[in-house]
């Protein structure tokens, strides 16, 4: 395999509601990185940083069955404006993989726009499916560093599904009541989506009835649309507070995948306890992914 198809290169702009000067502090302090680097699913420890050029950037992350320690050198650094780093991740003692990422930021009327450029470049072409991931996880990330801005975290369930479609294709069967009743809801259930408004300060309501019978009426309010790619609305059920939360959806392509991250963000650790011990939300969340994996 070419060098050309060893390495990856991609870019990301986010907007936060905060200051570049708050957003930077998350960037270089040990206990926040730790806190939100790498993807859903993994877990990162042992954050060492010396926040100056040439100055270490580096942690150990886990998950998925291995670890990994990433060895890092900050190669730009100006406080609140733009961080770079270069690095090399090592698994028992071999570099597997290279990898360079600059983020830049520019604050707004209290709001900051992060645009990230990240590359890399593996070892041997078995590991390209770390450059298949590549976009998931940073995408992923992006958004846990929005979750730990807000300390959002602690009261966040995160559900992990994929499809063999793209991401526009995954995408479209959220977009209408058709498309939506036929997958919507946990297994044993029969949906109906009515009054759908599909843009932002629109709404969908679900009546889910289940083998008694009984119907659960639900109720979403769009917040965030960005086609194919993020979806944010707040959920809520027959008045009840035990079934309000906001839920954030990043759908990210994967090689002939689509990778779907769905976090349930709720008012406090209480709600989301409360809500797992009555409702089982996880399971309830992967059975109608799985539903919509099936139908795609």
Known sequence: MSEENLTREISIIRTYETSAKRLFEL????????????PDGFATSEVEVDAVIGGRYSMTMAGMGFSNRI????????????????NR????????????????????SERTTLTLLARATVANDQMTNALLGMGAGWSQQMQRLDDALFERIDRTLVILASTNASARETFDYWTSEEKLSLWWGPSGFDSRVSDMDFQVGGGATFTMVDSDSKEHVNRITYREIDESKRLVFHHGSD??????????VLFDEMGHQTVISMRFIFESIDD?????????PRLGA???LARLSHLL
């Open 89 to 108: 991740v090592e698994n028992g003692g071999e570099t597997i993989l290279r990898s360079y990422f600059r983020i830049s930021l520019e604050e707004e």
């Open 71 to 86: 060895i890092g050198k900050i190669v730009e650094f100006e406080e609140a404006k733009v961080l770079a780093v270069e």
């Open 239 to 248: 008045g009840m507070q035990d079934l309000s939360f906001d839920a954030v």
């Open 272 to 280: 989301l306890s409360n809500t797992v011990d009555h409702f089982n």
């Open 286 to 288: 992967e059975e109608f």
């Open 27 to 38: 960037l270089i302090d040990p206990v926040s990185i730790a806190s939100w680097w790498g």
